[in-house]
């Protein structure tokens, strides 16, 4: 008996450890690729696509093996010499932040299946509004492309077309307030939001602005345009999209939904 509580204890112990290391590890992994993206102390790719869909999948699970294997061999000693061995606490803390992260992660793959993929959102796909040459310089190498005309969706549809059988509501947003005011009121929601305006032209009503995820620093640019309808009222259009090609789990279609719905009751 005394040799099989011998080979238990040389069992939990490490296991003990491998369970403290992993739960402590594994939330600084996260972070490191999340806001080392963020501030590019390392590329997007390498944190979003490396670090967390790989090796932060790989270490998740190794929570929760770690810490079923060392919970299971406590409860054997237990049951054998009557008595508890090792510290519980690792074990159920590294399998309750694998569990959680595998959970995470499960939620985030259900919602990529289930949201299409569209990028780049605007509410006038015959006239979407247009970025500014200087936007076009800040954004960068690799930044996704502005042709709106030349894009598709993962079926070869134009964005357009796709757009409409999705989002039918994203249309032009028609207000009886002059531009001017509209204008002043866009602005202030933008403001709101948190979104870093650019440049801006009250006479022109248009402004550009970009948006920051707060995990990898997934940045969107957009572009609000408002002209007068004719009749001493206001037509109101968004442009939102994904700088970077990478599946933004609805966010620009939301986004642009959520800035109509403000303007519309400001109506």
């Not at 061995?85 to 159920?92: I, K």
């Not at 992260?101 to 990028?119: F, Y």
Request: aromatic fraction near 10%; include cysteine.
């Amino acid at each position: 008996m005394s040799r099989v509580l011998d080979i238990l204890r040389a069992i939990i112990l490490p296991l003990g450890w491998i369970c403290a290391l992993l739960a402590l590890v594994t939330p600084v992994w996260f972070l490191v690729a999340a806001f080392g993206a963020k501030w590019e102390f390392v590329s997007l790719e390498f944190g979003l696509n490396w670090m967390t869909h790989d090796m932060g999948r790989k270490l998740l699970l190794a929570c929760v093996v770690a810490g079923v294997l060392g919970g299971l061999f406590m409860l054997v000693y237990r049951f054998v010499a009557k008595e508890a061995f090792g510290v519980v606490s690792s074990p159920l803390l590294a399998l309750a932040i694998g569990l959680a992260g595998l959970g995470w992660a499960w939620t985030i793959d259900q919602a990529r299946a289930g949201t299409p993929p569209l990028l780049d959102v605007t509410t006038d796909a015959a006239d979407p509004p247009n970025f500014s040459t200087s936007l076009l310089a800040r954004r960068g190498r690799g930044a996704a492309s502005l042709d709106y005309a030349a894009k598709q969706d993962e079926t070869g549809r134009s964005l357009a077309e796709a757009q409409a059988e999705l989002y039918p509501a994203l249309t032009t947003l028609h207000l009886h307030q002059a531009p001017e005011t509209v204008f002043d009121a866009a602005m202030d929601y933008a403001h709101a939001q948190n979104w870093r305006v650019g440049s801006a032209s009250r006479a022109a009503g248009m402004f550009e602005a970009g948006a920051e995820s707060f995990w990898f620093g997934l940045r969107d640019d957009i572009v609000v345009r408002i002209r007068e309808d004719g009749e001493g009222g206001s037509l109101v259009d968004i442009r939102t999209l994904a700088r970077q090609p990478i599946h933004d789990l609805g966010r620009n279609p939301r986004r642009a939904r959520q800035f109509l719905a403000a303007m519309a009751g400001e109506d």
